[in-house]
């Protein structure tokens, strides 16, 4: 069965701190990753997409990981801001066909001040 | 700006009222698709569209329909909500190449309540 799971499921970070996300995957036949951030009451929105060559992409102070031998992926956040407070959400497309993307179920992270 | 609108945003609702939630994008997309959100689960895939006139269902499609008439709409009709359709809904759009690679953009959600 295709499934995308996520750890943990919230975390808490203060301000200016990094922290890593995880993402683990049954899907198959791989096609891409992508995560999203979602803030509380919006939809989410597109922070990378990775396809089976990229090991590594960034956006901002956002850096995505993908092991595709070992089907895991990771978000990492550096030097946090209040911002940043938000769900972020893995997901992974199958190949081969349309649009079959699998969402996780996302962390939801708190940075205080 | 390039955006994707639904309406309403909230709703409460009561068992059985037929009630459609729209969406609208301004991107030329051919590409679009409804998922629900519900607290502890990923999004999951309502119906999508390949292009005007152009559906199919995804993985919890039962209780819902929709219509591509036109490219940039895609509404979401429930004939007769009940209470297990409560849930926060999100359009989302793409051009084709999102269907694999592309972005997909979201719109800001609907919350359903069904009494």
């Known amino acids: 069965k295709n499934q995308v799971e996520q750890s943990p499921q919230s975390l808490i970070i203060l301000e200016g701190k990094n922290c890593t996300l995880q993402c683990n995957y049954t899907v198959s036949p791989f096609s891409n990753l992508r995560w999203y951030k979602q803030d509380t009451g919006r939809g989410p929105v597109s922070l990378t997409i990775?396809?089976?060559?990229?090991n590594t992409k960034s956006n901002g102070r956002y850096t995505a990981t993908l092991d595709a031998d070992t089907k895991q992926s990771s978000l990492h956040i550096t030097a946090s801001q209040l911002s940043d407070s938000a769900s972020y959400i893995c997901?992974?497309?199958?190949?081969?066909?349309?649009?079959?993307?699998?969402f996780g179920a996302g962390t939801r992270l708190a940075v205080h001040p | 700006e390039a955006q994707v609108t639904q309406n309403p945003r909230y709703l409460i609702t009561v068992t059985g009222k037929k009630l459609t939630v729209t969406c609208s994008q301004n991107m030329n997309h051919e590409y679009m698709s409804w998922y629900r959100q519900d607290p502890g689960l990923g999004l999951r895939q309502i119906y999508y569209s390949m292009n005007v006139e152009v559906t199919d269902k995804g993985d919890v499609p039962e209780g819902y329909k929709v219509s591509r008439k036109e490219k940039r709409n895609f509404p979401l009709i429930l004939e007769s909500p009940s209470p297990n359709q409560t849930s926060l809904y999100f359009c989302?759009?793409?051009?084709?190449?999102?269907?694999?690679?592309?972005?997909?953009?979201f719109g800001e959600g609907s919350r359903l309540t069904v009494l």
């Open positions: 997901v992974v497309s199958t190949a081969g066909g349309y649009n079959k993307l699998i």
């Open positions: 989302a759009s793409s051009d084709t190449r999102g269907a694999n690679t592309g972005e997909l953009f």
């Open positions: 990775m396809t089976f060559s990229e």
